[in-house]
């Protein structure tokens, strides 16, 4: 069972940055695929990315909401996945997740997902 654990968020202002964390707390990560998605109050869950078990040298795509301002990488010798979130905006703020990730007949499915991490961006 594959346990995974988000860190890093907190509150910004617009314009500014956060580094997200995922790694697993119990089981490993080494044989999925991890990414992340994100729920804000009233909305649907918007799909960020999702990034391969193994090493590609494919950049990881992400919605139009957040390209260019987000990336995400994948320590694969440390187990761990981060969110690099850049020139922040209000509609950023939402609960962040990791989980394990596959492609889905509408963009990503996800499973295995943490508690999840509260990213607030307010002047």
């Known amino acids: 069972q594959l346990r995974l654990v988000e860190s890093g968020g907190g509150s910004v202002q617009p314009g500014g940055s956060l580094r997200l964390s995922c790694a697993a707390s119990?089981?490993?990560?080494?044989?999925?695929?991890i990414g992340w998605f994100r729920q804000a109050p009233g909305k649907e869950r918007e799909g960020l990315a999702c990034?391969?078990?193994?090493?590609?040298?494919?950049?990881?795509t992400f919605p139009d909401s957040v390209k260019g301002r987000f990336t995400l990488s994948r320590d694969y010798a440390a187990n761990t996945v981060s969110l690099q979130m850049n020139n922040l905006k209000s509609e950023d703020t939402a609960v962040y997740y990791c989980?394990?990730?596959?492609?889905?007949?509408?963009?990503?499915?996800?499973?295995?997902w943490g508690q999840g991490t509260q990213v607030t961006v307010s002047s």
């Open positions: 990034i391969s078990s193994v090493s590609t040298g494919r950049t990881p």
């Open positions: 119990e089981g490993t990560m080494d044989a999925y695929a």
């Open positions: 989980a394990a990730c596959w492609a889905g007949v509408n963009g990503y499915d996800y499973d295995y």
